[in-house]
Protein backbone atom coordinates (compact mmCIF):
# COMPACT_ATOMS: atom_id res chain seq x y z
CA UNK A 1 0.00 0.00 0.00
CA UNK A 2 1.05 3.59 -0.21
CA UNK A 3 -0.40 6.05 1.16
CA UNK A 4 1.59 9.82 0.77
CA UNK A 5 0.98 13.28 2.24
CA UNK A 6 -2.48 14.19 2.91
CA UNK A 7 -4.17 12.16 0.03
CA UNK A 8 -3.32 8.23 -0.28
CA UNK A 9 -4.27 5.60 -2.92
CA UNK A 10 -4.44 2.46 -2.22
CA UNK A 11 -1.98 0.16 -4.91
CA UNK A 12 -2.66 -3.33 -4.11
CA UNK A 13 -5.77 -3.98 -6.35
CA UNK A 14 -3.98 -3.27 -9.34
CA UNK A 15 -2.77 -6.66 -10.99
CA UNK A 16 -0.22 -6.37 -14.20
CA UNK A 17 -0.71 -8.76 -16.94
CA UNK A 18 2.26 -9.04 -19.73
CA UNK A 19 -0.44 -7.21 -22.03
CA UNK A 20 -1.08 -4.49 -19.52
CA UNK A 21 2.10 -3.80 -18.23
CA UNK A 22 3.70 -0.80 -20.41
CA UNK A 23 0.51 1.13 -19.10
CA UNK A 24 0.21 -0.06 -15.52
CA UNK A 25 3.95 1.22 -15.36
CA UNK A 26 3.50 4.30 -16.83
CA UNK A 27 -0.04 4.90 -14.87
CA UNK A 28 2.65 3.96 -11.64
CA UNK A 29 5.12 6.40 -12.69
CA UNK A 30 2.34 9.23 -13.25
CA UNK A 31 0.66 8.14 -9.77
CA UNK A 32 3.87 8.78 -8.25
CA UNK A 33 4.23 11.97 -10.01
CA UNK A 34 1.10 13.22 -9.20
CA UNK A 35 1.45 11.61 -5.45
CA UNK A 36 4.85 13.57 -5.12
CA UNK A 37 3.62 16.73 -6.77
CA UNK A 38 0.37 16.57 -3.91
CA UNK A 39 3.12 15.68 -1.35
CA UNK A 40 4.99 19.23 -2.04
CA UNK A 41 1.88 20.81 -2.32
CA UNK A 42 0.51 19.93 1.23
CA UNK A 43 3.81 20.44 2.66
CA UNK A 44 4.21 23.90 1.03
CA UNK A 45 3.38 26.91 3.44
CA UNK A 46 1.62 28.83 0.03
CA UNK A 47 -1.60 26.91 0.40
CA UNK A 48 -4.76 29.05 -1.00
CA UNK A 49 -6.41 31.82 1.50
CA UNK A 50 -3.26 30.57 4.20
CA UNK A 51 -3.72 33.10 7.14
CA UNK A 52 -0.30 35.12 7.28
CA UNK A 53 -0.69 34.91 11.34
CA UNK A 54 -1.17 30.98 11.26
CA UNK A 55 1.42 28.00 9.68
CA UNK A 56 -2.36 25.87 9.73
CA UNK A 57 -3.27 26.38 6.06
CA UNK A 58 -6.94 27.83 5.82
CA UNK A 59 -7.19 25.02 2.88
CA UNK A 60 -5.80 22.58 0.77
CA UNK A 61 -6.65 22.21 -3.04
CA UNK A 62 -6.72 18.92 -4.91
CA UNK A 63 -5.06 18.91 -7.94
CA UNK A 64 -7.35 18.92 -11.14
CA UNK A 65 -8.03 14.83 -11.40
CA UNK A 66 -5.39 12.88 -13.64
CA UNK A 67 -5.68 9.62 -15.32
CA UNK A 68 -9.20 9.61 -14.42
CA UNK A 69 -10.25 6.77 -17.21
CA UNK A 70 -7.33 4.07 -14.69
CA UNK A 71 -8.43 5.25 -11.54
CA UNK A 72 -11.03 2.67 -9.66
CA UNK A 73 -9.60 2.74 -5.96
CA UNK A 74 -10.08 4.38 -2.81
CA UNK A 75 -8.71 8.17 -2.56
CA UNK A 76 -7.93 8.79 0.97
CA UNK A 77 -7.39 12.65 2.49
CA UNK A 78 -7.12 14.04 5.58
CA UNK A 79 -8.37 16.74 7.54
CA UNK A 80 -6.43 19.97 8.52
CA UNK A 81 -7.63 19.52 11.73
CA UNK A 82 -8.71 16.66 13.62
CA UNK A 83 -12.91 16.85 14.16
CA UNK A 84 -13.21 19.89 11.45
CA UNK A 85 -13.29 20.73 8.12
CA UNK A 86 -15.45 20.80 4.98
CA UNK A 87 -14.65 18.36 2.10
CA UNK A 88 -15.67 20.06 -1.12
CA UNK A 89 -16.36 17.49 -3.98
CA UNK A 90 -17.76 16.94 -7.63
CA UNK A 91 -19.71 13.50 -8.22
CA UNK A 92 -18.46 12.27 -11.11
CA UNK A 93 -21.72 10.34 -12.52
CA UNK A 94 -24.84 12.11 -12.70
CA UNK A 95 -27.67 10.48 -9.79
CA UNK A 96 -29.56 8.35 -10.84
CA UNK A 97 -32.41 6.75 -8.61
CA UNK A 98 -29.96 3.93 -7.96
CA UNK A 99 -27.15 6.40 -7.21
CA UNK A 100 -25.56 5.08 -4.34
CA UNK A 101 -21.74 6.25 -2.51
CA UNK A 102 -20.08 6.44 0.78
CA UNK A 103 -17.51 8.39 2.34
CA UNK A 104 -16.11 6.66 5.44
CA UNK A 105 -14.39 9.56 8.25
CA UNK A 106 -12.31 8.04 10.79
CA UNK A 107 -9.55 8.19 13.11
CA UNK A 108 -5.73 7.13 13.03
CA UNK A 109 -6.66 3.78 14.42
CA UNK A 110 -9.94 3.18 11.90
CA UNK A 111 -11.52 2.03 15.02
CA UNK A 112 -13.82 5.15 15.21
CA UNK A 113 -15.88 5.69 12.30
CA UNK A 114 -18.50 7.80 10.53
CA UNK A 115 -19.76 5.65 7.74
CA UNK A 116 -21.75 8.43 5.28
CA UNK A 117 -24.09 7.04 2.89
CA UNK A 118 -25.07 9.60 -0.39
CA UNK A 119 -28.29 8.53 -2.39
CA UNK A 120 -30.27 10.69 -4.86
CA UNK A 121 -32.57 11.56 -1.98
CA UNK A 122 -31.36 10.46 1.05
CA UNK A 123 -28.29 11.29 3.21
CA UNK A 124 -27.17 9.15 6.42
CA UNK A 125 -24.54 8.91 8.72
CA UNK A 126 -23.21 6.24 11.42
CA UNK A 127 -21.09 6.95 13.98
CA UNK A 128 -19.23 3.76 15.53
CA UNK A 129 -17.72 5.06 18.83
CA UNK A 130 -14.38 3.67 20.62
CA UNK A 131 -16.94 2.15 23.10
CA UNK A 132 -18.94 -0.28 20.72
CA UNK A 133 -21.57 1.89 20.65
CA UNK A 134 -23.56 3.44 17.55
CA UNK A 135 -25.15 6.62 16.80
CA UNK A 136 -27.07 6.90 13.23
CA UNK A 137 -29.11 9.82 11.58
CA UNK A 138 -31.08 10.21 7.99
CA UNK A 139 -31.88 13.12 6.13
CA UNK A 140 -33.85 13.89 3.16
CA UNK A 141 -31.79 15.57 -0.15
CA UNK A 142 -32.25 16.07 -3.27
CA UNK A 143 -28.58 15.58 -5.53
CA UNK A 144 -28.82 17.48 -8.29
CA UNK A 145 -28.79 16.46 -12.13
CA UNK A 146 -26.91 19.54 -12.75
CA UNK A 147 -23.61 18.62 -14.40
CA UNK A 148 -21.78 21.72 -12.53
CA UNK A 149 -23.36 21.17 -9.74
CA UNK A 150 -20.90 20.43 -6.34
CA UNK A 151 -21.17 19.57 -2.91
CA UNK A 152 -19.71 19.98 0.49
CA UNK A 153 -19.80 18.32 3.48
CA UNK A 154 -18.86 20.03 7.05
CA UNK A 155 -17.72 18.01 10.10
CA UNK A 156 -18.28 20.12 13.13
CA UNK A 157 -17.13 18.24 16.31
CA UNK A 158 -17.61 21.59 18.77
CA UNK A 159 -21.08 22.27 17.91
CA UNK A 160 -22.28 18.21 17.30
CA UNK A 161 -23.17 18.49 13.70
CA UNK A 162 -22.44 17.45 10.11
CA UNK A 163 -23.80 19.46 7.04
CA UNK A 164 -24.20 18.88 3.63
CA UNK A 165 -25.08 20.81 0.99
CA UNK A 166 -24.77 22.09 -2.87
CA UNK A 167 -23.02 24.78 -4.26
CA UNK A 168 -20.22 26.97 -2.21
CA UNK A 169 -20.08 25.78 1.02
CA UNK A 170 -21.96 27.81 3.18
CA UNK A 171 -25.26 27.83 5.77
CA UNK A 172 -27.30 29.18 2.91
CA UNK A 173 -26.91 26.32 0.43
CA UNK A 174 -27.02 23.66 2.90
CA UNK A 175 -29.46 20.61 2.21
CA UNK A 176 -29.42 19.20 5.55
CA UNK A 177 -28.01 18.17 8.80
CA UNK A 178 -27.14 15.30 11.39
CA UNK A 179 -26.80 16.75 14.99
CA UNK A 180 -25.49 14.30 17.20
CA UNK A 181 -25.73 13.85 20.95
CA UNK A 182 -23.09 14.93 23.72
CA UNK A 183 -21.70 11.63 23.85
CA UNK A 184 -20.37 11.46 20.75
CA UNK A 185 -18.37 14.70 20.75
CA UNK A 186 -15.23 12.90 22.56
CA UNK A 187 -15.25 10.65 19.71
CA UNK A 188 -16.04 12.97 16.86
CA UNK A 189 -13.44 15.06 17.83
CA UNK A 190 -10.82 12.29 16.80
CA UNK A 191 -11.71 11.79 12.87
CA UNK A 192 -8.91 12.74 11.05
CA UNK A 193 -9.28 10.82 7.57
CA UNK A 194 -11.81 11.07 4.78
CA UNK A 195 -11.95 7.77 2.16
CA UNK A 196 -14.25 7.79 -0.51
CA UNK A 197 -14.83 6.12 -4.14
CA UNK A 198 -12.80 8.11 -6.53
CA UNK A 199 -14.78 7.06 -9.41
CA UNK A 200 -17.49 8.82 -7.96
CA UNK A 201 -16.21 11.73 -6.56
CA UNK A 202 -13.90 14.19 -7.37
CA UNK A 203 -12.22 16.15 -4.90
CA UNK A 204 -11.82 19.53 -4.90
CA UNK A 205 -10.74 21.42 -1.76
CA UNK A 206 -10.29 20.53 2.21
CA UNK A 207 -11.65 23.42 4.05
CA UNK A 208 -9.97 24.17 7.50
CA UNK A 209 -13.00 25.31 9.40
CA UNK A 210 -16.21 23.87 9.41
CA UNK A 211 -19.47 25.49 8.23
CA UNK A 212 -21.05 27.40 11.35
CA UNK A 213 -21.86 30.86 10.99
CA UNK A 214 -23.72 32.79 7.71
CA UNK A 215 -21.56 34.59 5.22
CA UNK A 216 -21.57 38.42 5.72
CA UNK A 217 -21.41 39.94 2.26
CA UNK A 218 -20.45 43.61 3.56
CA UNK A 219 -16.80 44.30 4.37
CA UNK A 220 -15.85 47.00 6.90
CA UNK A 221 -13.01 47.57 8.15
CA UNK A 222 -11.54 48.18 12.33
CA UNK A 223 -12.57 51.87 12.26
CA UNK A 224 -15.73 51.28 11.48
CA UNK A 225 -16.85 47.53 12.72
CA UNK A 226 -19.08 47.35 15.87
CA UNK A 227 -19.80 44.63 18.10
CA UNK A 228 -23.23 44.26 16.46
CA UNK A 229 -21.48 43.78 13.70
CA UNK A 230 -19.61 40.76 14.20
CA UNK A 231 -22.74 39.38 17.13
CA UNK A 232 -25.19 39.67 14.34
CA UNK A 233 -22.90 38.98 11.67
CA UNK A 234 -23.58 42.03 9.52
CA UNK A 235 -20.43 42.75 8.32
CA UNK A 236 -17.38 40.76 7.33
CA UNK A 237 -14.16 42.34 9.41
CA UNK A 238 -11.75 43.01 7.10
CA UNK A 239 -8.70 41.16 8.44
CA UNK A 240 -10.59 38.44 7.67
CA UNK A 241 -10.24 38.38 4.37
CA UNK A 242 -7.69 36.31 2.48
CA UNK A 243 -4.27 37.70 2.36
CA UNK A 244 -5.20 39.05 -1.64
CA UNK A 245 -8.82 40.23 -0.28
CA UNK A 246 -7.13 41.87 2.24
CA UNK A 247 -5.06 43.74 -0.30
CA UNK A 248 -7.88 44.19 -3.00
CA UNK A 249 -10.01 46.05 0.11
CA UNK A 250 -6.84 48.33 1.05
CA UNK A 251 -6.38 49.24 -2.78
CA UNK A 252 -10.19 50.75 -3.18
CA UNK A 253 -11.22 51.76 0.49
CA UNK A 254 -9.33 54.61 0.90
CA UNK A 255 -11.41 57.80 1.85
CA UNK A 256 -9.84 59.29 -1.25
CA UNK A 257 -10.49 56.55 -3.40
CA UNK A 258 -13.77 58.50 -4.49
CA UNK A 259 -15.63 59.55 -8.26
CA UNK A 260 -16.15 63.08 -6.96
CA UNK A 261 -13.19 64.21 -5.53
CA UNK A 262 -11.14 67.79 -6.14
CA UNK A 263 -10.13 67.04 -9.50
CA UNK A 264 -13.88 66.78 -10.72
CA UNK A 265 -16.10 67.35 -8.17
CA UNK A 266 -19.29 66.77 -10.20
CA UNK A 267 -17.62 63.80 -11.90
CA UNK A 268 -21.11 61.57 -11.12
CA UNK A 269 -23.17 64.31 -12.54
CA UNK A 270 -21.74 64.56 -15.65
CA UNK A 271 -21.82 60.67 -15.85
CA UNK A 272 -25.52 61.08 -15.27
CA UNK A 273 -26.03 63.77 -18.40
CA UNK A 274 -23.75 61.95 -20.23
CA UNK A 275 -26.40 58.80 -20.26
CA UNK A 276 -29.29 60.89 -20.26
CA UNK A 277 -28.38 62.85 -23.43
CA UNK A 278 -29.01 61.44 -27.38
CA UNK A 279 -25.13 62.22 -29.13
CA UNK A 280 -22.83 62.16 -25.75
CA UNK A 281 -20.67 58.95 -25.31
CA UNK A 282 -22.53 57.27 -22.81
CA UNK A 283 -25.45 57.47 -24.29
CA UNK A 284 -24.31 56.59 -27.76
CA UNK A 285 -22.50 53.43 -26.03
CA UNK A 286 -25.50 52.14 -24.20
CA UNK A 287 -27.72 52.51 -27.48
CA UNK A 288 -25.58 50.34 -29.20
CA UNK A 289 -24.93 47.48 -26.41
CA UNK A 290 -28.93 47.86 -26.27
CA UNK A 291 -29.21 46.82 -29.92
CA UNK A 292 -27.15 44.22 -29.62
CA UNK A 293 -29.40 42.49 -27.08
CA UNK A 294 -32.64 40.37 -28.01
CA UNK A 295 -35.75 41.69 -27.60
CA UNK A 296 -36.86 41.25 -24.03
CA UNK A 297 -33.00 41.62 -22.99
CA UNK A 298 -32.26 45.30 -23.95
CA UNK A 299 -31.23 46.40 -19.80
CA UNK A 300 -29.09 43.54 -19.78
CA UNK A 301 -26.03 45.65 -20.35
CA UNK A 302 -23.79 48.14 -18.51
CA UNK A 303 -20.45 50.08 -19.28
CA UNK A 304 -17.10 48.90 -18.47
CA UNK A 305 -14.49 51.61 -17.89
CA UNK A 306 -10.78 50.27 -16.88
CA UNK A 307 -8.03 51.72 -15.02
CA UNK A 308 -4.44 51.04 -15.95
CA UNK A 309 -3.43 47.72 -17.78
CA UNK A 310 -3.70 43.54 -17.17
CA UNK A 311 -0.27 42.90 -15.66
CA UNK A 312 -1.47 39.13 -15.47
CA UNK A 313 -2.73 38.81 -11.74
CA UNK A 314 -6.36 39.17 -12.61
CA UNK A 315 -9.20 38.10 -15.20
CA UNK A 316 -8.83 40.81 -17.54
CA UNK A 317 -7.90 44.75 -16.64
CA UNK A 318 -7.74 44.65 -12.59
CA UNK A 319 -9.62 47.63 -12.08
CA UNK A 320 -13.02 48.02 -13.38
CA UNK A 321 -15.29 51.00 -12.98
CA UNK A 322 -19.01 49.69 -13.42
CA UNK A 323 -21.82 52.30 -14.50
CA UNK A 324 -25.01 50.25 -14.38
CA UNK A 325 -28.53 52.86 -15.51
CA UNK A 326 -31.70 52.53 -13.79
CA UNK A 327 -33.24 49.14 -14.67
CA UNK A 328 -29.99 47.69 -15.97
CA UNK A 329 -28.76 44.54 -15.16
CA UNK A 330 -26.20 41.49 -15.60
CA UNK A 331 -26.32 38.20 -16.75
CA UNK A 332 -25.54 35.27 -14.05
CA UNK A 333 -21.74 34.52 -13.98
CA UNK A 334 -18.80 34.02 -12.19
CA UNK A 335 -15.26 35.82 -11.46
CA UNK A 336 -12.42 32.90 -12.41
CA UNK A 337 -12.10 32.01 -9.04
CA UNK A 338 -10.76 35.22 -8.95
CA UNK A 339 -10.61 37.31 -5.48
CA UNK A 340 -12.45 40.85 -5.96
CA UNK A 341 -13.46 43.48 -3.78
CA UNK A 342 -16.37 45.66 -4.97
CA UNK A 343 -17.42 48.84 -3.69
CA UNK A 344 -20.30 51.03 -4.60
CA UNK A 345 -19.74 55.25 -5.28
CA UNK A 346 -23.04 55.85 -6.33
CA UNK A 347 -27.32 54.70 -6.36
CA UNK A 348 -27.44 50.90 -5.15
CA UNK A 349 -26.69 47.36 -6.81
CA UNK A 350 -28.92 44.78 -5.93
CA UNK A 351 -26.94 41.21 -5.93
CA UNK A 352 -28.25 37.98 -6.57
CA UNK A 353 -26.82 34.86 -5.35
CA UNK A 354 -26.32 31.13 -6.92
CA UNK A 355 -24.89 28.19 -5.26
CA UNK A 356 -23.00 27.19 -8.62
CA UNK A 357 -23.24 28.36 -12.08
CA UNK A 358 -26.00 26.51 -14.08
CA UNK A 359 -28.52 27.09 -12.03
CA UNK A 360 -31.12 29.54 -11.98
CA UNK A 361 -31.88 29.20 -8.34
CA UNK A 362 -30.57 31.89 -6.22
CA UNK A 363 -29.80 30.87 -2.49
CA UNK A 364 -30.03 34.89 -1.20
CA UNK A 365 -29.96 38.19 -2.52
CA UNK A 366 -28.42 41.83 -1.15
CA UNK A 367 -28.32 44.94 -1.81
CA UNK A 368 -25.53 47.17 -1.36
CA UNK A 369 -25.66 51.26 -1.25
CA UNK A 370 -23.17 53.77 -1.73
CA UNK A 371 -20.42 53.48 0.41
CA UNK A 372 -20.97 49.49 1.10
CA UNK A 373 -18.34 47.13 0.08
CA UNK A 374 -18.48 43.39 -0.79
CA UNK A 375 -16.25 41.06 -1.64
CA UNK A 376 -15.74 37.76 -3.39
CA UNK A 377 -13.30 34.97 -2.79
CA UNK A 378 -12.11 31.81 -4.96
CA UNK A 379 -14.89 29.72 -2.77
CA UNK A 380 -17.21 32.56 -1.86
CA UNK A 381 -20.01 35.08 -3.58
CA UNK A 382 -18.47 33.80 -7.15
CA UNK A 383 -21.81 33.06 -8.44
CA UNK A 384 -24.08 36.08 -9.37
CA UNK A 385 -26.68 38.40 -11.29
CA UNK A 386 -26.22 41.99 -10.40
CA UNK A 387 -28.94 44.91 -11.10
CA UNK A 388 -29.84 48.69 -10.60
CA UNK A 389 -33.23 48.40 -9.54
CA UNK A 390 -33.62 52.04 -8.84
CA UNK A 391 -36.01 52.70 -12.21
CA UNK A 392 -36.54 56.30 -11.32
CA UNK A 393 -32.18 56.51 -10.49
CA UNK A 394 -29.89 57.24 -9.96
CA UNK A 395 -27.12 55.16 -11.78
CA UNK A 396 -25.26 52.36 -9.94
CA UNK A 397 -21.69 52.99 -9.97
CA UNK A 398 -19.05 50.59 -8.78
CA UNK A 399 -15.23 50.16 -8.99
CA UNK A 400 -14.52 46.36 -8.92
CA UNK A 401 -10.88 45.03 -8.69
CA UNK A 402 -9.66 41.64 -8.99
CA UNK A 403 -6.93 38.89 -8.28
CA UNK A 404 -5.79 35.92 -8.39
CA UNK A 405 -5.38 33.63 -5.47
CA UNK A 406 -2.00 33.31 -4.16
CA UNK A 407 -1.04 29.77 -5.03
CA UNK A 408 -3.72 29.80 -8.54
CA UNK A 409 -1.65 28.56 -11.13
CA UNK A 410 -4.64 28.14 -13.91
CA UNK A 411 -5.19 32.05 -14.22
CA UNK A 412 -8.62 31.13 -16.31
CA UNK A 413 -9.07 34.79 -17.66
CA UNK A 414 -13.04 34.73 -18.15
CA UNK A 415 -15.80 35.31 -16.71
CA UNK A 416 -18.11 32.76 -17.58
CA UNK A 417 -22.11 33.09 -17.93
CA UNK A 418 -24.98 31.93 -18.56
CA UNK A 419 -26.47 33.42 -22.06
CA UNK A 420 -29.69 33.72 -23.51
CA UNK A 421 -30.24 30.39 -23.55
CA UNK A 422 -29.24 29.58 -20.34
CA UNK A 423 -25.83 27.64 -21.91
CA UNK A 424 -22.02 28.47 -20.07
CA UNK A 425 -20.34 30.93 -21.83
CA UNK A 426 -16.94 32.81 -21.69
CA UNK A 427 -17.31 36.71 -21.21
CA UNK A 428 -13.69 38.29 -21.99
CA UNK A 429 -13.72 41.15 -19.73
CA UNK A 430 -13.13 44.10 -21.88
CA UNK A 431 -12.90 47.45 -21.48
CA UNK A 432 -15.43 50.16 -23.08
CA UNK A 433 -12.71 53.12 -22.50
CA UNK A 434 -9.97 53.61 -20.27
CA UNK A 435 -10.53 55.95 -17.13
CA UNK A 436 -7.73 58.76 -17.86
CA UNK A 437 -10.26 59.33 -21.49
CA UNK A 438 -13.27 58.80 -20.51
CA UNK A 439 -12.97 61.48 -17.20
CA UNK A 440 -11.73 63.57 -20.22
CA UNK A 441 -14.60 63.05 -22.56
CA UNK A 442 -17.55 63.64 -19.36
CA UNK A 443 -15.20 66.99 -18.30
CA UNK A 444 -15.78 68.26 -21.73
CA UNK A 445 -19.58 66.59 -21.99
CA UNK A 446 -20.49 68.50 -18.18
CA UNK A 447 -18.35 71.69 -19.42
CA UNK A 448 -20.13 71.98 -23.19
CA UNK A 449 -23.71 71.35 -21.70
FE1 LIG B 1 -19.75 40.08 -11.02
Not at 325 to 332: E, H, N, R
Given at each position: MLNTGIIGKTLDFISISQHTAPIAYIWLFLRLVKQQFISLLYQSENMSSSNINLRNPREYIFPQPMLEALETATLQTQLLIKGQGVFIFELTKTPSTTFETRINCADYSNKIRLDIKITKNEFSALLTKSDGNTFEGIERIALSTNDKAFYWLSLDSHNLVLRFGIGEARLETESCRIMFDDACKKDLLTISQFSFDDAVIAPLRMLRDPISTPVALAVKGSDDLTMDDIAAHRF?????????????????AGKKFVLDDDDFPEFSQAIEYSIKTPGCWCHTKLAEKSKSKPAG??????LRITLGQNSG??????????IW????????HS??????????????????????????????????????????????????MLKNENL??????????YMYDKDDLGHYSYFDYLDDNNKLAQFNPNSDMDFVEFKATMRKEWAKR
Open positions: MPKANLSEIGQLLYDNVQEKKIYESPGIPYVMEPPGCYSSIHAGANAIIRVFTGSVAVTMYPFLGTEESFGKATFKAGDIAWISPTLNQYHDGPTCITIQC
